[in-house]
């Protein structure tokens, strides 16, 4: 008996989310005995001085999960249709370069027993060439072309150009610093990715994306996220076991971007990721505030999240708020899915 949709999305899920738990019990012992601890840094919250030592680069653990069911999708999605479902092989792939980073980068601050790693600049060219290497890929294979569509309007706009493939790579940069910078209290990243991940799997489940969308690919992308995320909570949820580090926050990064390239979307990205745009903002307002103001702070501290901190909010109450104010985001961006957009106007 041929499995439905939404069975394989299920099964995934369950899958995955079993592995992670599995996976994470034996990293993180592994973590510790290696002293993977994280370096909190002391201009940060005094309470957070206590989760030091706390072992970091977790995120290998969903990594691992969700890599072994994503192969298992794609063998069976490349059974069904005669074909390697290129899209979601290819998003994948730049997410696990992402994720590849963030490992380097997390290596490096291990080794020097500090909270930094790669240099900025080394990081920032590392990620715009591999964001230019995917949106290369996927323009070569036919995933996406250089028309931009316009969410809740139904424009479409032909011909973008090179500027337009070049603003895409801006985007996909922007967009995983994003989801690193919402990494800095328990659960809170992962948390707002899952709502995402639910988002990817009600896109492709319920077929709202443009005509030749993904959208059994952008269902498994979802399905494997959202049990990667779960299981991953199970361990980072407050007070956290264990912290993802850059290697999972950037690959999460390029999961976040690569949905809406999926779509056929890109522009959706900014609506649905907007928590964690609103992160990177913060954080630079910050800076620019503090520069222009010779040592005055527009937030108590940045990013936002931190903000609402030393204002006095508990890390289970950020968490709860911003994955609910993602949860708003995705539904606004969920209904600028093109076959939404056309049912509105009707």
Known sequence: MELSREMIVIISVICTFILTVAVSRIVIPILKSHKMGQKILDIGPRWHKSKEGTPTMGGIAFIFAMTAVVAADIALLAFRNGEVPVALTLTFVYS????FIGCIDDTAKLRRKQNEGLTPLQKIILQFLIAAVYITALVYFGC???SIYIPYLGITVEHGGILYYAFLVVLAVGVMN?????DGIDGLAATETLVV????ILAGLLKYASDGAFSGEIASLGA???GGMLGFLVYNFHPARVFMGDTGSLFLGGIVMGGALMLKNPLIVIVYAMMYIIESVSDILQVIYFKLTHGKRLFKMAPI???FEKCGWGEIKIVVVFSMMTALFCAAAYMGLPAMSVLLRV
Do not use: K
């Open 96 to 99: 696990l370069l992402c994720g």
């Open 144 to 146: 996406i072309d250089d």
């Open 178 to 182: 994003s989801v690193n910078l919402a």
């Open 197 to 200: 991940a639910v988002m990817f």
């Open 224 to 226: 494997v996220t959202a």
């Open 305 to 307: 999240h931190h903000h």
